[in-house]
């Protein structure tokens, strides 16, 4: 029995939305700088406003052996806080499905390593906060 005012705190939990069948892809290698340095990306375009994470597929390859993207929250630091593409073999497409924490803005920062021969990105859904 609870004594009277006492507050339950119900957790936060996150909801799952589909963006649906997609048809085509939604970004392509042309949208993505490729010089190793950290940069803001903007999916407010695909992704609802309130959404906290964006679940992607990538499709990655490369006419030079091992190259990295790499994805983490815009505003992020440390160098274990990431996700990780690594397109392992010369001219072999690597496909990955996950999930990208996003800002307020829905913008994420991206490192691409260096020019791929094929980078395209779905975005599959996102997630939202419920209480």
């Not at 963006?19 to 992704?47: H, I, K, P, Q």
């Amino acid at each position: 029995m609870f004594a009277s005012g006492t507050k339950i705190v119900v957790p936060t939990s996150t909801l799952y939305v589909s963006a649906g069948d997609t048809a085509a892809v939604d970004y392509v290698l042309g949208d993505f700088t490729w010089d190793n340095t950290w940069r803001v990306f903007d999916m407010s375009g695909e992704v609802p406003a309130g959404a906290k994470r964006a679940r992607i597929n990538a499709v990655h390859s490369s006419a030079v052996g091992a190259k990295l993207m790499e994805f983490r929250k815009n505003g992020y630091s440390n160098v274990i806080n990431r996700d990780v593409l690594n397109t392992a073999l010369i001219g072999l497409p690597a496909y990955f499905d996950l999930f990208v924490e996003i800002d307020v803005d829905r913008k994420f920062e991206y490192r691409g390593e260096a020019a791929p021969v094929l980078f395209d990105v779905v975005v599959k859904g996102w997630e939202i906060e419920v209480s």
